[in-house]
């Protein structure tokens, strides 16, 4: 079992910047592959990336690109989503996943965090 806890959400005005951190309870964290997700209010959950566990991202939505960059250190059991340039519609709760493997992971990840909420204000 691998438990997940994000933090670093917060409140922040278009064109900020906030980090958002996933800590795996877990010490083979380095063998997943991870994903951050989001679900905007009265939006479905939305896939926003992933990373393999050697580091390689994956997968990036259209929407964040250029602006959202996934990272992880194996060292600290944590993945981190840094998030630029945030606009209004990037206001969601945002959730951190693990899986075997990036497409796993995209599609039925293993475990879930419990998710922490970005507002971004206009």
């Known amino acids: 079992q691998v438990q997940l806890v994000e933090s670093g959400g917060g409140s922040v005005q278009a064109g900020g910047s906030l980090r958002l951190s996933c800590a795996a309870s877990?010490?083979?964290?380095?063998?997943?592959?991870m994903g951050w997700f989001r679900q905007g209010p009265g939006k479905e959950r939305e896939f926003v990336g992933a990373?393999?566990?050697?580091?390689?991202?994956?997968y990036d939505v259209d929407a964040v690109k250029g602006r959202f960059t996934i990272s992880r250190d194996n060292t600290k059991n944590t993945v981190y989503l840094q998030m630029n340039s945030l606009k209004p519609d990037d206001t969601a709760v945002y959730y951190c996943?693990?899986?075997?493997?990036?497409?796993?992971?995209?599609?039925?990840?293993?475990?879930w965090g419990q998710g922490t909420q970005v507002t971004v204000s206009s």
């Open positions: 877990r010490r083979t964290f380095n063998t997943y592959a």
């Open positions: 996943a693990a899986a075997s493997t990036t497409s796993v992971v995209r599609t039925t990840p293993t475990y």
């Open positions: 990373i393999t566990w050697t580091g390689v991202i994956t």
